[in-house]
C-alpha cells in the first residue's frame, strides 16, 4: 500500500527478534519467470508472457530491494517511507497488524504486477486502445505497484 | 475492505498509537486509488458517506483466496483466524433494494447447520443478523437464502451502498460490534458491492 509500511514492517521484523519470536525472511523460492516490464520501456511484444503467477523475488530485488532499487521505487511512489521513530514498546497485537498489512501488500505487489503485464502485453481483455488512456493507466498503476511496495531489508532498530 | 479502520483501533490499544496517523495517511491514500477506479468505471468517486468497517480476520481469510496454497512460508505465523469460504451465488443481482442473498458453503471447512444466520456489516451501523432459509445439502455443498434487507424490515435500512460484508454464524444472537460478529463467525467474509 503506503510507503510508511517499511518502517513498520521494520519494526515488526525487529521486534519479533528482540521477543526470541522466530524470524524466517519473506523471500519465496522461483524468481519470477514474468518480465516485470517497467513504464518507460518500449512494449512492442505481441508475445505472450509465461501462463505463471507473479513470484518473488522481482527483477529489481523485491521484497528485499537495494538501495538504489528504492530509491527508484519511492520516486515512482511519489514519496518516501518514514523516517520518524517506531513506538518503543508495542503490544504483540499491534505485531499483528503489521504482519497483516505486510501480508496483503505482498499480494497487492503481485496483483498490481500482473495486471501491469497483462495491459503492456496486450492481453485479451486487457486491451487499453486509445494511446492517452493506456499511458495514463500504466502510470497510474505502476506508480499503485510503487506504492505498495513495503520494504524487509532495513536495519533493526528496537 | 474497511481493515485498517479495525488496524488503527487495535494500535491503540495495544501500546503503539502512534502509527495511526500513518495507518490513516494510508487509508486516505488508498480512497485515491479507489476514485480513480470507480471513475473509470462510470461511477460516483464515493461509494457511500461512511464506509464499511471490518475485522482483520476477515481481510485475512480473504487474502488466502489469492494466495497460492503452501507459497508463503511464514503464513501461519500471523495469529488470525481463517474462516470458511462463504461464497455469495448472485451478489451481482443484488441492489439498493431488499433482496434474497444466495450462498454456497463447503461443510468440510466449518460447522454449519439450519439454524445458522447471516450478519451483515454496512457502512458504520450495528450488524444486522438474519436467520437463513432453503438450507439444502449436496454432498459437502451446503447452499442457503438469507434476506438482503438493503431497505431494512419497515423502510428503515441501515444498509450503505458500496461494501457489505456477510458472515455465517451459529444461531441467532445480535451482534453490537463487528468485534464480536468476527468472534463468532464460521464462514465468511461473503463480499456485496452496490454500485
Redesign the interface.
Known sequence: ??F??SD?LVLALSASVASA??Y?P?T?KDPITVPFIPFNSSVTTTAAPAQT?V?FPLANGFPDPSNEAQIEIELEAGGTL?NAP??S??????L??L???A??E??EV??YTDLLVNITTFQSGFEIEDEFEFNF?VD?LTA?QS?SYPFTHQKAVV | MG?LQD?QA??T???????VR?IG??IG??GE?EG?FRI?QNKRPSSAAFLTTSV?DF??TA?QG???PG?????G????NIFGTLNVLNAKDLTNKNGTAQFRVNSTQAPISSSDSVVYISGQNLPVTVPIANYYVNGVWVTFDAEFPFEGFQGNGTFNEGLTIAAVVPGNTQFSSADEVALATSFGPGLFEIN
Open positions: 500500500m503506503h510508511s509500511t513498520i519470536a522466530p524466517y519473506v519465496l503467477p513470484s518514514s517506531p513506538p514498546n508495542p503490544g504483540r497485537d499491534a499483528t497488524n504482519q497483516l498489512v501480508f496483503n505482498l499480494f503481485a496483483f493507466t497510474a499503485i506504492v | 481493515t488496524v487495535v494500535f490499544n495495544a501500546n503503539a498509537s502512534g502509527l500513518g495517511s494510508v491514500q488508498e486509488q480513480f473509470i482483520r481481510a485475512f487474502l489469492f494466495t497460492v507459497s508463503c512460508p511464514s503464513l505465523e500471523i495469529p488470525l
